[in-house]
């Protein structure tokens, strides 16, 4: 089976840093994705990892580390544009390749 | 390039009833994935289609149901409706099956309220 945990609900403050963590549990890791969903719209792709390590991009970056099932996604200079609901999902080929998504965590970015 | 585009937007719907929603995927894709999405469990995947052929499939009821065309348009259908299937249900494309870029283009949803 697969299990993808995340924190409900995070908040933050205008132009601070903040972390939404990802841990994961699968038997056929092949690779972690991050997204981003407005309040009434769709879901948009922001990150990809498959390998352990940090990717940036612009103010996000995303880290993944296999051995421990974890990862997370750093917001830099946080925006009040931000406030959404951030989605981790993993890809499982035992699972014939679905990617599985976790709950979400509701951003709220206050001024 | 037109992106994902589901129908219909916003519909309503009574118990016993059974609904069709339809999807068109960005042009040049091939899989289509169906996901329903509530509160309480966030994004569920239904199944995925790709060359006209179910690839995945989620665990739902046998009442839960789709289908691609040549086109790779999609359809799903619900049938015999119960209260908790009021949802959004997503549509999302992607270059081919199981695409390794994880980068699915969503649709805005078909959000189905049942009474």
């Known amino acids: 089976g697969q299990n993808i945990d995340q924190p409900t609900e995070m908040t933050a403050t205008e132009g601070a840093i903040v972390q939404i963590n990802c841990t994961y549990q699968?038997?056929?890791?092949?690779?972690l994705f991050w997204y981003q969903q407005h309040a009434g719209e769709a879901p948009t792709f922001l990150s990809y990892n498959v390998l352990d390590g940090l990717e940036e991009k612009g103010r996000f970056s995303s880290f993944l580390s296999r051995s421990k099932g974890y990862s997370y996604l750093l917001l830099k200079e946080l925006q009040m544009k931000d406030s959404a609901s951030y989605l981790c999902a993993v890809r499982d080929f035992s699972q014939g390749g679905k990617l599985i998504f976790g709950q979400g965590t509701e951003l709220s970015v206050k001024p | 390039k037109a992106g994902v585009t589901q129908t219909p937007r916003y519909l309503i719907k009574t118990r016993g009833q059974q609904v069709t929603l339809s999807c068109s995927p960005i042009?040049?894709?091939?899989?289509v994935s169906w996901y329903q999405q509530t509160p309480g469990q966030g994004l569920q995947f239904l199944f995925e289609y790709f060359s006209e052929t179910q690839r995945n499939k989620g665990n739902f009821p046998g009442r839960f149901s789709g289908r691609q065309f040549s086109n790779s348009r999609s359809e799903m259908n619900v049938s015999t409706l119960e209260l908790g299937d009021s949802a959004l249900y997503l549509c999302?494309?992607?270059?081919?099956?199981?695409?390794?870029?994880?980068?699915?283009?969503f649709g805005e949803g078909s959000r189905l309220t049942v009474l």
């Open positions: 999302a494309s992607s270059l081919a099956s199981g695409d390794n870029t994880g980068e699915l283009f």
């Open positions: 042009s040049g894709h091939r899989s």
């Open positions: 699968t038997s056929g890791f092949n690779g």
